[in-house]
């Protein structure tokens, strides 16, 4: 019964949001999941009908509330688009904590959230035995991708093709930075975010030599953590409260002007989750909360809009076309969508071609396409069909997500485009 009456106090708290949806519909144009299944409870309406009602369906089914909730990619389409400005995205992410909290998380997500992720140095030593032995399981499909596919059958990998751990970690390879601020007079602190640490190393690359190029001083400190936001996804706030404390800890021991990532989904996390699900913590934490957001920027409206561009060598006509794809977290959540573009042209080897939908998600939704992979993959296929259209051979996006399932997508079609990071691209023009 207590555990009751705490649902339904925090239940009161999601009203109040929910009822803002005018039932309108518009949402329904812009929903990558309801475009693909046409179900009306896959839309944003549909969910927030079902929240209105929560309580009363929470007592008859809770499990089915649960599932249809994880149905979405939180891409955030429904939010920047709703005439009502109801807030979608804060919405689901807190109802899917009060559900987790409410029916106990799966032991296998238990583990794998409170005993590896919330844990840096555990979670590094895990996926440093995992890099070694990961050819047992493992084998190469596509050179020019990079990509590899399970030896066997795996329920996890599926017919997934992706990038494998990379042998050493990029902070291990690169080591740590703690330089004075440079030429500029500024200094970036490097969250560099785990499926960049650990998969897109040459990213990581990418990023620390644009900052030391342009005169940054560069603060990058081990063992960062996670940003938390696999773990809040699946509702748990445990692990993801712990991960908080351990990042705010790690970037709060030092001075730096900026906090920039190369991972749209850490920025938007940082920035937007973290303050909405800080509304919990302590003042004092809530504090250092705020100014860490206030000074975390995505990276490449950090370089285009703080440091200014320097234009890459010019040697003759630019010869790669390349197409660019508009990560949700990156445009929908925090309106960057004319930075990245700056980036490639600053780079003129490379003419960029714009491909149809360039901001329709990708169908990563990180978790989403672990528990829908089947979803996911017919919305990365739309993706693919406009890379193709665009005669691209590199596409190139700012967020290592999208990039995973970008990889997946071209791999298995033996499309034969490159997949890249606007930063790489930026920085390979500075040589
Ligand atoms: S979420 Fe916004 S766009 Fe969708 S039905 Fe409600 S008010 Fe309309
Ligand atoms: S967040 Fe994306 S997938 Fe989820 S309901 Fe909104 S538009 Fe649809």
């Given amino acids: 019964m207590p555990r009751l009456k705490a649902l339904a106090r925090l239940m009161k708290d999601l009203e109040d949001q929910v009822v803002v949806c ?8 812009v929903c990558p999941m309801f475009a693909q299944t046409g179900r009306e409870a896959d839309l944003a309406r549909g969910k927030l009908a079902l ?11 809770p499990k089915g509330v649960q599932d249809r ?3 979405c990619l939180l891409c955030g389409a429904c939010a920047a688009n709703c ?6 995205l804060d919405i689901f992410i807190k109802a899917r904590a009060i559900l987790a909290g409410y029916l106990g998380l799966s032991p296998v997500k238990k583990a794998v959230f409170r005993q590896m992720l919330a844990h840096p140095d555990i979670f590094n030593r895990i996926l440093s035995w995992g890099a070694r ?32 751990l990379a042998p050493v970690s990029f902070i291990q390879r690169a ?3 703690h330089t004075p601020a440079g030429g500029r007079g500024l200094k970036a602190a490097l969250f560099v975010g785990c499926l960049v640490d650990k998969v897109f190393t040459p990213v990581g690359d990418a990023a620390l030599k644009v900052l030391e190029r342009r005169g940054m001083g560069v603060f990058m400190p ?20 712990k991960l908080v404390r351990h990042n705010l800890k790690v970037f709060g021991s030092q001075e730096f002007d900026y906090l920039v990532t190369p991972c749209a989904t850490c920025t938007s996390t940082i920035t937007k989750v973290w303050p909405l699900m800080a509304q919990e913590y302590p003042e004092e934490k809530q504090i250092q909360i705020a100014r860490l957001a206030a000074k975390t920027l995505d990276i490449n409206q950090f370089l285009v809009d703080q440091v200014g561009l320097e234009a890459g060598k010019d040697e003759g006509a630019a010869s790669i076309l390349l197409t660019y794809h508009d990560p949700c977290h990156l445009k929908k959540s925090l309106g960057v969508a004319a930075q990245p573009r700056a980036l490639i042209r600053a780079n003129p080897r490379y003419r960029l071609q714009e491909m149809a939908e360039a901001d329709w998600c990708c169908g990563s939704g990180g978790s989403f396409s672990l528990q829908h992979y089947e979803i996911s993959a017919a919305i990365g296929r739309r ?10 051979a590199v596409v190139a996006t700012g967020c290592p997500g999208c990039m995973m399932q970008l990889v997946d997508m071209i791999s298995q079609a033996g499309a034969g485009v490159q997949v890249r990071h606007v930063l790489e691209i930026y920085a390979e023009g500075l040589d």
Avoid at 22 to 29: A, K, V
Avoid at 148 to 161: A, E, I, N
Avoid at 222 to 241: H, K, M, N, R, W
């Fill in 22 to 29: 005018m039932r309108c519909g518009l949402c329904q144009s």
């Fill in 51 to 61: 929240l209105d009602g929560l309580m009363q369906e929470l007592l008859q089914d």
């Fill in 69 to 71: 909730l994880t149905r």
């Fill in 83 to 88: 005439p009502s400005g109801v807030k979608a």
């Fill in 133 to 164: 032995f990961q050819g047992i399981f493992i084998k190469p499909v596509d050179d020019l991708l990079g990509s590899s596919c399970s030896r066997f059958l795996s329920p996890l990998l599926q017919k997934r093709h992706f990038k494998a």
């Fill in 175 to 177: 080591g740590l930075r």
């Fill in 222 to 241: 081990e063992p960062q953590g996670c940003c938390g936001i696999p773990a809040l996804s699946s509702g748990d706030t445990v692990a993801f409260d």
């Fill in 383 to 392: 993706k693919l069909e406009n890379i193709r259209k665009s005669g691209a």
